[in-house]
T-cell receptor, first 113, second 107 residues
Framework: EAQVTQNPRYLITVTGKKLTVTCSQN?????MSWYRQDPGLGLRQIYY???????DKGDVPEGYKVSRKEKRNFPLILESPSPNQTSLYFC????????????FGSGTRLTVV | GIQVEQSPPDLILQEGANSTLRCNFS?????LQWFHQNPWGQLINLFY???GTKQNGRLSATTVATERYSLLYISSSQTTDSGVYFC?????????FGAGTRLTVKP
């Protein structure tokens, strides 16, 4: 089944403790992206990647890192999480960066205390 | 960057009613997609509709690209239609989401 897989689904952590949220897709998509969703703000893009070793900042990149060493994986790294990064996170992918066939993962609900 | 506005922000319907959700965008776009986020948080593609009209069962969508808006119609609403509906647009690989319309359908 074609899908985007995020892990974990839920995560509670403490301020300052480094964490990684994994994202993997099995559709050979070139484009992958991370979003955060906060009440009343819709989805805001954190980082995106057009292909392996090519990443760019989205609208809200501060406090986040990403890497794209392989086509299928696009992990989101929080080096020193803070409470304002408590949010619902989504990974998404598409073949070429178009909205056509845009596929989201199931989401990761992160709480930083 | 391009601005995307959705209206209304909240909508409460009785089961069986019809509704229209609107998405306005501030500039010409290459692509437009409607998504439904169900109460469990999953985001599901509804329509890829950069222009024209499409229908899928009780749902249909129309985009008038020259006037920079898109409409999502839900007819004979059901409780399973509840959730948040997002409009997303793309302009030269820059993707923007609206803030969404939260729909509640009461039995």
């Amino acid at each position: 089944e074609a899908q985007v897989t995020q892990n974990p689904r839920y995560l509670i952590t403490v301020t300052g403790k480094k964490l990684t949220v994994t994202c993997s897709q099995n559709m050979n998509h070139e484009y992958m992206s991370w979003y955060r969703q906060d009440p009343g703000l819709g989805l805001r893009q954190i980082y995106y990647s057009m292909n392996v070793e090519v990443t760019d900042k989205g609208d809200v990149p501060e406090g986040y890192k990403v890497s794209r060493k392989e086509k299928r994986n696009f992990p989101l790294i929080l080096e020193s999480p803070s409470p304002n990064q408590t949010s619902l996170y989504f990974c998404a992918s598409s073949l070429s960066g178009s909205l056509y066939g845009y596929t989201f993962g199931s989401g990761t609900r992160l709480t930083v205390v | 960057g391009i601005q995307v506005e959705q209206s209304p922000p909240d909508l409460i319907l009785q089961e069986g009613a019809n509704s229209t959700l609107r998405c306005n965008f501030s500039d010409s776009v290459n692509n437009l997609q409607w998504f439904h986020q169900n109460p469990w948080g999953q985001l599901i593609n509804l329509f890829y509709i950069p222009s024209g009209t499409k229908q899928n069962g009780r749902l249909s969508a129309t985009t008038v690209a020259t006037e920079r808006y898109s409409l999502l119609y839900i007819s004979s609403s059901q409780t399973t239609d509840s959730g948040v509906y997002f409009c997303a647009v793309e302009q030269n690989n820059d993707m923007r989401f609206g803030a969404g319309t939260r729909l509640t359908v009461k039995p």
